[in-house]
């Protein structure tokens, strides 16, 4: 009966992320924005750009080459006036994830450390001590997280975090420090990360209709400086991922280390990036405001944490964004690294 009951909760969490990529506005097909994994296999947690065959035009290599979709950022990071740091680092990953799922060696010592943290997070939610019913995993599933779940509530700890699916009304759509107090599930999370001072993002995709088909808002501490922002938003966050006319909202609550840095790499500008982008996509607006959120991610290769521009092309006639990713640093040389 277990079996069959965490066989029902992997597919739906599977439906679900899936169905918050799904219905969005774009040119050409948009590759699906989380990890890929077994059937079998639950939820890691939130990748941050949309998979895509990679490319090499102006000697670096692009990632979301293929895709360009409506996509509008209520804050971006990055604009014209932007200055960057000279070079971006690269951080090593402690827990990677590959097709089959953790490319790591999981211990009984890592089990209890998941289950710790599930209790300690439970009880802050719940305010008071009570016994867990952890399932424990089939040998046929992963063993890189524990979980709890009761009626309309699923929360999966793994190493760097939790992931948490709960009914859409139980999260608001418009996040702000007032709703987060008034949310048990977000005021819980800001607590246990230790999230002083929230600072709150959310990017929105559209639909061929010009509707909102899905939303993602990203709760984390407030930096000083753009690249203290930008690993705020890597290393300790939580993340709302949303499809609209879905019945269930995704919450991840991560805490990835990125204490080993790997090395730093020249930053590619803003301005060549753009440049390499529409000499791939001549449909974005060739006039209008360009801006940019950076981030990091593992899509590229999983053991490495690799810098990333979401560019934005607004188009100055519609007010429509258009979004594409972009690397950046020079994929080449950070490979030759790997090699030397």
């Not at 987060?180 to 995709?205: C, F, H, K």
């Not at 258009?322 to 020079?330: A, E, H, K, R, W």
């Amino acid at each position: 009966m277990r079996k069959i009951l965490r066989s029902v909760v992997c597919i739906s969490l599977a439906l679900l992320l899936t169905a918050c990529t799904a219905g969005v506005s774009h040119q050409k097909s948009e590759p699906p924005d989380k990890v890929q994994q077994s059937a079998t296999t639950v939820p890691k947690g939130d990748q941050d750009l949309p998979k895509a065959p990679l490319s090499q035009p102006a000697s670096q290599q692009m990632i979301g080459a293929d895709s360009v979709y409506n996509r509008s950022v209520e804050k971006p990071m990055v604009d014209k006036n932007t200055v960057l740091p000279e070079n971006m680092p690269v951080f090593c990953n402690a827990y990677p994830y590959g097709h089959g799922g953790p490319m790591f060696e999981i211990t009984q010592s890592d089990r209890l450390k998941m289950e710790d943290q599930l209790s300690e997070f439970m009880v802050m939610l719940r305010g008071q001590t009570f016994d867990l019913e952890v399932i424990e995993p089939d040998p046929e599933f992963t063993q890189d997280n524990v979980i709890y779940e009761e009626e309309n509530f699923s929360i999966y700890s793994f190493l760097d975090g939790f992931s948490v699916m709960l009914p859409w009304e139980q999260i608001p759509e418009q996040v702000t420090a007032e709703t987060i107090q008034a949310t048990p599930l977000l005021q819980t999370a800001v607590d246990y990360l230790g999230i002083e001072s929230p600072e709150i993002s959310r990017v929105d995709q559209y639909q061929q209709d010009g509707a909102v088909g899905s939303y993602e808002i990203v709760i984390a501490n407030h930096g000083e400086n753009l690249m203290q922002t930008v690993l705020n938003r890597t290393s300790c966050y939580i993340k709302i991922t949303h499809s609209t006319g879905s019945e269930n909202t995704l919450v991840f609550i991560h805490h990835k280390d990125l204490s080993e840095e790997y090395q730093s790499f020249p930053t590619v500008s803003l301005e060549d990036a753009v440049t390499a982008a529409r000499a791939i996509h001549s449909e974005l607006p060739a006039d209008g405001m360009v801006t940019a959120d950076i981030f990091y991610t593992t899509t590229i290769n999983p053991e490495y944490y690799i810098p990333c521009y979401q560019l934005y092309f607004t188009d100055a006639s519609t007010g429509v964004s258009q979004s594409v990713g972009l690397t950046m640093i020079d994929l080449a040389e950070f490979e030759a690294s790997l090699e030397s």
